[in-house]
């Protein structure tokens, strides 16, 4: 039997397979970005859009195509500088210079889509970017902004109160406990402990090994060779990884092997646990799950959610 002839029945075969599913070179393009990312890049295009056809009236048309796309032959960099300074501070429907630039990656990114060169214009605007920035800056200290929107490290005595209280809940079965334990443990996101399966678990003398196989910094998998370790803590049981591993298995001991957390979007249901913490009450919206590994990392470099003073590794 000749190639041509096994050919057709392999295909079938192939074709046959449950689940299966063939990606083009688009589908794997897209892939190089999260789907959060792109579903980011996808609002920043829609808003840029609409903001087109809302202040360029009948001239509109022609900036698109008969999709209802971006017409980037038509379409210049100087448009886009006229939708950054509408929208910079002291305008009245104002977006945060990070908003802003993240408009400017989506608009990147579409170009790049169509297999088309960004404009050098696009890339270098540094300047008006600083001048966005300084202007933001100015508004928040004349309006009495906080002085930053960003989560905060999560200091160890708060995160020993939130240890106590996870543990005390009764209605998860030890989830938001095993989950806050094994994050602030392994210093990563909370994406990644959703995603951890029991195979990436493995004992290594008197610890525990657990592999993240994919981080955000690092999306191709290239971080998993090496186990993070997660140890007992006798003198502390209720922040102990080992404890918490002990509880949730009990409460669940039909748990077949896979996800250690299964289901899908298991970080957000932690998020939700975790905000309504009462030892968060007083900072409810300055601690995130993202605090969680601020917090970690910080405490583990100098004992405290404190930064050491540049002189103190010479005295």
Same mark, same amino acid.
């Given at each position: 039997m000749n190639a041509s002839q096994t050919e057709p029945a392999a295909r079938v075969v192939h074709d046959s397979v449950p689940g299966s599913t063939e990606l083009d070179e688009e589908a794997l393009?897209?892939?190089? *970005?999260?789907?959060?990312?792109?579903?980011a890049y996808r609002c920043c295009i829609s808003g840029l859009s609409k903001w087109l056809h809302r202040t360029?009236?009948?001239?509109?048309?022609?900036?698109?195509d008969s999709s209802g796309g971006l017409n980037l032959s038509v379409f210049s960099?100087?448009?886009?500088?006229?939708?950054?300074?509408?929208?910079?501070?002291?305008?009245?429907?104002?977006?945060?210079?990070?908003?802003?630039?993240?408009?400017?990656?989506?608009?990147?990114?579409?170009?790049?889509?169509?297999?088309?060169?960004?404009?050098?214009?696009?890339?270098?605007?540094?300047?008006?970017?600083?001048?966005i920035k300084r202007k933001q800056a100015e508004k928040d200290l004349?309006?009495?902004a906080p002085p930053t929107t960003v989560k905060q490290p999560l200091p160890f005595s708060t995160y020993a109160d939130v240890c106590r209280s996870t543990l005390l809940r009764v209605d998860d079965g030890g989830f938001a406990h095993l989950f806050l334990i094994t994050?602030?443990?392994?210093?990563?996101?909370?994406?990644?402990?959703?995603?951890?399966?029991?195979?990436?678990?493995s004992a290594n003398g008197d610890s525990i090994g657990c592999l993240l196989l994919k981080t955000k910094s690092h999306q191709d998998g290239n971080t998993g060779k090496e186990p993070r370790h997660l140890y007992a803590n006798a003198d502390s049981p209720t922040t102990c990884w080992i404890t918490a591993l002990a509880v949730y298995l009990a409460c669940h001991p039909t748990q077949p092997p896979g996800k250690l957390f299964p289901g899908n979007a298991q970080h957000e249901?932690?998020?939700?646990?975790? *905000?309504?913490?009462?030892?968060?009450?007083?900072?409810?919206?300055?601690?995130g799950t993202h605090s969680i590994r601020k917090g970690v990392a910080t405490y583990a470099c100098s004992g405290s959610v404190a930064s050491l003073p540049a002189t103190s590794p010479l005295l």
């Open positions: 393009k897209k892939a190089s *970005k999260a789907p959060s990312t792109q579903k360029q009236g009948k001239k509109a048309g022609r900036l698109f960099p100087q448009c886009f500088v006229d939708f950054l300074v509408a929208h910079s501070a002291d305008k009245a429907t104002p977006l945060r210079p990070s908003t802003l630039s993240t408009y400017r990656s989506a608009l990147t990114d579409l170009y790049c889509q169509r297999g088309l060169t960004p404009p050098a214009r696009l890339k270098g605007m540094k300047r008006l970017f600083s001048g004349a309006d009495g994050q602030w443990n392994m210093m990563c996101r909370s994406k990644e402990v959703a995603d951890i399966h029991t195979s990436h678990l249901r932690f998020a939700s646990i975790f *905000k309504t913490q009462p030892a968060l009450a007083c900072g409810e919206a300055t601690y």
